[in-house]
């Protein structure tokens, strides 16, 4: 008698579905996943929604460090060796997320190299997205720094159509994300808004020709535009 073949791994599938130290969880709109301090035993898959991380120093200032979206790993930290999260994961929109348990995490990276390829290839897109936020904190002005992270959060330049932004990430939160004043955001805001680079009623939708902004060479601002100092909201 002949041996049933076995199934080939699917790794979305093994994300999609709750056993063997995997849960699966959902949270509303602004409810923590896991605090900065808490416990590093598990390793988060987001199936759907956004959620934000963000680090809080010793004086309480607060540093937006990843807004993650589906299909994105967060709190990979535990496996290098953190015995408490260093971050604070909060859901922006409502979501869906797989909890991995640390030990069923390292199981299926020994025991599956597809899991394992998919789980590379996250970690490298990582790794490269900070280097390019440490470009674009360095070198860019404060408005080519909002228009990436207009395109990041839409999605732009990853599989399938950019998706509106949510109406809840607020001129505070980007101003946060990339190191600038509220009243600076919301002077370029208007500004991508007239230039029908953004359009925003219920939803904020980005265009694509946004990333002109990022690829032109010339400033796109009159002097002192990009001063820090406080203006009218």
Do not use: W
Not at 79 to 106: F, H, S, Y
Not at 143 to 151: F, G, N, P
Not at 209 to 232: C, K, N, Q, T, W
């Amino acid at each position: 008698m002949m041996r049933e073949a076995k199934s080939p791994f699917d790794p979305k599938a093994f994300l999609a579905k709750a056993d063997g130290g995997r849960s699966i969880s959902t949270y509303g709109e602004g409810q923590t996943i896991f605090a900065q301090g808490d416990v590093a035993d598990a390793i988060f898959y987001t199936l759907d929604g956004k959620v934000k991380v963000t680090v809080v120093s010793e004086q309480g200032k607060e540093a937006i460090v990843a807004i993650v979206g589906s299909d994105s790993f967060f709190g990979e930290g535990c496996l290098n060796g953190q015995p408490a999260r260093l971050a604070t994961a909060t859901a922006m929109t409502d979501c869906t997320a797989m909890c991995v348990e640390k030990e069923a995490m390292i199981r299926v990276l020994n025991d599956e190299p597809k899991f394992s390829e998919m789980f590379i290839a996250h970690l490298l897109e990582r790794t490269a997205r900070v280097e390019s936020d440490l470009i674009d904190q360095l070198f860019n002005s404060s408005e080519k720094r909002l228009a990436r992270a207009l395109l990041l959060l839409a999605n732009f330049g990853k599989e399938g159509r950019p998706e509106p932004i949510v109406p809840k990430v607020s001129q505070e939160t980007l101003a946060v994300m990339i190191g600038t004043t509220r009243s600076r955001v919301n002077h370029f805001m208007n500004k991508f808004r007239k230039l029908g680079l953004i359009h925003y009623n219920e939803n904020l939708e980005v265009n694509n020709s946004l990333l002109s902004v990022i690829l032109h060479d010339e400033p796109h601002i009159h002097r002192g535009d990009d001063l820090e100092a406080p203006g009218p909201e």
